[in-house]
């Protein structure tokens, strides 16, 4: 029913800066709440931060709270994450999430394929 699609992930320095994009598609009007979560090495995937369908309601990881933001288009067809004053811990693989609205990864039904993002000491 829908299909996401991350990209923006790469290479920075600490206390540097990145913004990451997830495309939406396959329900045009479908209420989805759209959350963003993260995999380290060895590590399990984890939340980072989400958006209601509405766009109305945003909730973040205290680990990234006042540093990332979560947004997304009128259409809801595009979600973004800045990323801002990145840290080495930062450094996991990016997924973009669809489905219920929660903090959990079982709250969500549809995962994109994740993109990496690398922070350099």
């Known amino acids: 029913q829908v299909q996401l699609v991350e990209s923006g992930g790469g290479l920075v320095q600490a206390g540097g800066s990145l913004r990451l994009s997830c495309a939406a598609s396959?329900?045009?009007?479908?209420?989805?709440?759209m959350g963003w979560f993260r995999q380290a090495p060895g590590k399990e995937r984890e939340f980072v931060t989400a958006?209601?369908?509405?766009?109305?309601?945003?909730v973040y990881a205290d680990s990234v709270k006042g540093r990332f933001t979560i947004s997304s288009t009128s259409a809801k067809n595009m979600v973004y994450l800045q990323m801002n004053s990145l840290k080495p811990e930062d450094t996991a693989v990016y997924y973009c999430?669809?489905?219920?609205?929660?903090?959990?990864?079982?709250?969500?039904?549809?995962w994109g394929q994740g993109t990496q993002v690398t922070v350099s000491s």
């Open positions: 999430a669809a489905g219920r609205w929660g903090t959990s990864t079982t709250s969500y039904d549809y």
């Open positions: 396959g329900r045009a009007f479908g209420r989805y709440a």
């Open positions: 958006i209601s369908w509405s766009g109305d309601i945003t």
